[in-house]
């Protein structure tokens, strides 16, 4: 079952690396509708969703072992714009390489979707704007993005994990979402 502190890492109750990095992943969501109970980390339609988009996540980036993924945490929603944002974790320095890779497997392997024309990516129970993912894919190419991880507190429990160390987000997406007959 999903909760807020594992926020469905992949390998389950695990330790934490000594150090890691983070990579705050933010899309445009076009459906399900935007409810207020998706404010809260208690509510059945939060972890339903939270945990579905984790899960598939998790078990795409944990396929390639060459981006050294170990989970996705801490799963938030935003109203305007509807946008899901997720932390998503890996052992040691991430560089730009494994960072533009990261949204390339979540491009290959999310499910392609058309509602109304507009493009779209299925990651469990939430369909993202592909454009929002093209696009922060786009913003990581060429920047020299990268982190440098630190040292982190040991972890005693498996549902307890630290605040990241360093975040590299890949914020910034398109304002506008593309039909299919105006490519």
């Not at 579905?52 to 305007?80: A, G, H, M, R, Y």
Request: aromatic letters at 12%.
């Amino acid at each position: 079952m999903y909760t807020p502190t594992t926020a469905c890492a992949a390998l389950g109750a695990q330790l934490v690396p000594a150090e890691y990095s983070v990579i705050t992943l933010t899309l445009y969501v076009l459906s399900p509708d935007y409810t207020p109970d998706l404010r809260s980390v208690a509510s059945a339609r939060y972890r339903l969703l939270a945990g579905s988009f984790c899960n598939d996540i998790s078990s795409w980036l944990s396929i390639w072992s060459s981006v050294n993924f170990f989970s996705c945490e801490d799963v938030k929603f935003q109203q305007n714009p509807y946008t899901i944002s997720a932390e998503l974790r890996f052992v040691g320095a991430v560089s730009e390489t494994v960072h533009y890779k990261m949204y390339t497997i979540i491009m290959e392997e999310a499910g392609r979707v058309y509602p109304g024309g507009v493009h779209g990516r299925q990651i469990g129970e939430v369909l993202v704007s592909y454009a929002s993912l093209l696009d922060a894919q786009r913003r990581v190419k060429g920047t020299g993005t990268s982190s440098t991880p630190r040292a982190t507190t040991p972890v005693t429990t498996p549902s307890t994990s630290p605040g990241p160390v360093e975040t590299t987000t890949s914020g910034g997406f398109m304002n506008t979402f593309y039909k299919i007959d105006e490519f």
